[in-house]
């Protein structure tokens, strides 16, 4: 997890073995793209895409499973 902070990086551990939301990635996605300003390792910015990458996929899964739950 980084710089994080401890706090942070117990919570994400956490949280990892449940399922997390859209919304928690993204937050973690603008905390990466913080820790990556002004930073020159290239790490950084990568984490931070990865966190965008998995919270638009699971946008996409909340949005499908939304569909499946009007068509019941």
């Known amino acids: 997890m980084g710089n994080s902070a401890p706090a942070n990086s117990s919570l994400i551990r956490e ?12 937050k973690i996605a603008e905390r990466k793209m913080g820790e990556a300003i002004g930073d ?9 895409q990865a966190w965008l990458v998995l919270a638009e996929r699971i946008t996409q899964a909340e949005a499908i499973e939304a569909l499946k739950a009007k068509r019941k």
């Open 40 to 48: 020159r390792r290239q790490e950084l910015r990568a984490t931070a």
């Open 15 to 26: 949280r990892l073995n449940g399922i997390l939301t859209a919304a928690e990635c993204l």
